[in-house]
């Protein structure tokens, strides 16, 4: 199966698959930091569409940080995986201390990222919630259940990749969910793109900086 040249590319196709959303009004793309933001940008200039971005933080298991055992979004929206805490037996303090010091992370990306701009209106809107990939889908959960507290009209879910069996899972919460490619096995996001290298902070300031130019006043 051929991987994804890197982010944009990855976006610029979803673009086109979600070409249906063009051009209407009412619709948000959220791209979930620091990985969906170069996805989210190229989704929102070929929808013509306002563009923002959403914060949310894998909680890792101590020790084995990869591996999801929850996450956090903005808003207080905390998610757990209870499989995986079952699994490896996570006590409720090691919970605790890893999503305190994730939240701590959290704010600090949305003072420096947001700075002065308020965050934007979703009642009523068409969310478009879009990352560079899902795994256990852990992260978009918590996007997903943030997002839904603001009373959208609705909530789309799009990623370049996707494990089969998250989209499944997504599928029953959201809208719509539209995945490019659905390997099996999925292994990791990473897996599915020759360049793969970590969006930094700069970079998602500049992709928000070049989406609000891209439409101003929306």
């Known amino acids: 199966m051929e991987r994804f040249r890197n982010r944009e590319e990855a976006g610029r196709k979803l673009g086109d698959r979600l070409a249906s ?3 209407r009004e009412g619709v948000i793309v959220l791209g979930l930091a620091r990985g969906g933001l170069p996805v989210a940008f190229e989704v929102a200039r070929r929808l013509k569409a306002p563009m923002d971005v959403f914060l949310v933080r894998k909680l890792g298991v101590p020790g084995r940080e990869e591996l999801a ?4 979004a903005s808003g207080g929206i905390r998610v757990l995986n209870d499989d995986v805490v079952r699994a490896l037996g996570v006590s409720a303090d090691a919970i ?12 600090r990306r949305e003072r420096a990222y947001r700075g002065d701009r ?7 809107r068409t969310v478009i919630l879009v990352d560079d990939g899902m ?8 996007a997903v259940a943030a997002v839904k507290q603001a ?9 370049p ?12 919460q959201v809208d719509d969910v539209v995945s490019l490619m659905t390997p099996r096995p999925f292994m990791a996001v990473g897996t599915w793109y020759v360049d793969f290298a970590q969006t930094t902070d700069r970079q998602v300031t500049d992709y928000l900086d070049r989406a609000a130019e891209m439409l101003p006043g929306a």
Not at 69 to 72: H, K, L, P, Q
Not at 118 to 124: A, D, E, I, K
Not at 151 to 157: G, K, S
């Open 151 to 159: 009373e959208p009209a609705a909530v789309v879910v799009a990623v």
């Open 135 to 142: 795994a256990t889908g852990a992260s978009m959960k918590s």
């Open 96 to 107: 605790e201390r890893v999503a305190e010091r994730e939240r701590e992370e959290l704010e």
């Open 118 to 124: 308020p965050s934007p209106t979703l009642q009523g």
């Open 21 to 23: 959303y063009a051009d």
């Open 69 to 72: 055992m929850g996450a956090i």
């Open 161 to 172: 990749t996707a494990a089969p069996e998250t989209v499944n899972e997504i599928s029953e």
